[in-house]
Structures are given as C-alpha cells and as structure tokens.
C-alpha cells in the first residue's frame, strides 16, 4: 500500500507541475498590444497670451469651402482668447495675405480681421483691442474671406499663408 501511495503523490505532483506550467504558459502567449501617443498642454502667462479657443485647428491647413450654388468662396473664422493685464492690444499681417495657384495673374486676395478691425501688412499695427478690453481678456474672432479678382474665380488649386503679429507694450512702458 506504501508503493500505491508514494505513486500517487508522484502522479499528482507530476500532474500539478504540469498543470502549473501549462497555467504560466498561457500567459507567456497571451496577445499584447501597445499605444504610445503624445500628450501636451500649453499654460499661458498670465499678463499676456492669445491663444486659438479651439486648439486643433492651428497647425493644419484650412480649407476655404467652394459654393456652388453662388459660384463663390467661402471666408474662415476662428476664436482666440487674448488677454493682457497693462496695455492695448496692437496686431499687423507680416506680408499681405493671399491664395495662389503658381499661374500668373491667377492670385485671390484675402481680408483679415480681427476683433472686426480689418488689418494689413503696413509697419504700423492697429489697435484690435483697448487697455480696457485686453485687461478683462476676451474671446475675439479672426474672419479671413477672400476677395473675389477682377473677372471671377478661377478653377485651380489654391494655396497661401496668413501670419499674424501681435504688439503688447511692457508694462510700465509708454
């Protein structure tokens, strides 16, 4: 009867580890999968910042949408929350704004505006907020339309850059 029993504690124990290293297997093959992504956050001064109020839009191309039905263009508006604590808000386009196509004379000017004060790219910049306005901070809105050329739209693809510089005095300064 000893030898029946020392064979069983063999065979359990045999079936045991067995049975562990089939349960450690498992896991050993089991599928993985893995996702890096990125994650950023941007915290702006608090005496001055004007940031887009919809952050993913700024760094990808935007599209003025065709109308076919009044064979014109489209415009683009956008919001940014501006904000500084001890000056007027001044802004200026760096280089006239326009969508070109690379054929001569084919080229569809652009009106900016914004806070409603249409801006050019004159060396002096005009005042799209007040002491008042920026101290208090605000949601304004950027408006980009086209101007329609002499003689219509012409089919082709369209492409340009619009680049906007804000001026904000130091405070204290004059």
Not at 85 to 90: G, L, M, P, T, W
Not at 139 to 151: F, M
Request: charged share 25%.
């Amino acid at each position: 009867m000893t030898h029946r029993v020392t064979n069983m504690i063999k065979q359990c124990t045999a079936a045991a580890l067995l049975a562990a290293t089939a349960l450690s297997g498992v896991g050993a093959w089991a599928a993985r999968e893995e996702h890096t992504f990125e994650v950023s956050l941007t915290i702006p001064s608090r005496p001055f910042y004007i940031i887009p109020a919809e952050p993913d839009w700024i760094h990808r191309p935007q599209r003025l949408e065709w109308d076919y039905q009044r064979s014109t263009l489209s415009g683009l508006m956008r919001n940014f929350d501006v904000h500084h604590d001890s000056s007027a808000i001044e802004a200026r386009l760096a280089y006239d704004s326009y969508l070109e196509n690379g054929r001569p004379g084919e080229v569809i000017d652009l009106r900016v505006s914004f806070n409603d004060v249409e801006l050019s790219s004159h060396v002096t910049p005009r005042q799209v907020l007040s002491e008042e306005e920026a101290a208090g901070g605000k949601r304004v809105a950027l408006k980009i339309d086209p101007i329609e050329p002499e003689g219509g739209y012409r089919s082709g693809d369209y492409y340009g850059n619009v680049v906007l510089m804000f001026n904000a005095r130091a405070p204290g300064a004059q």
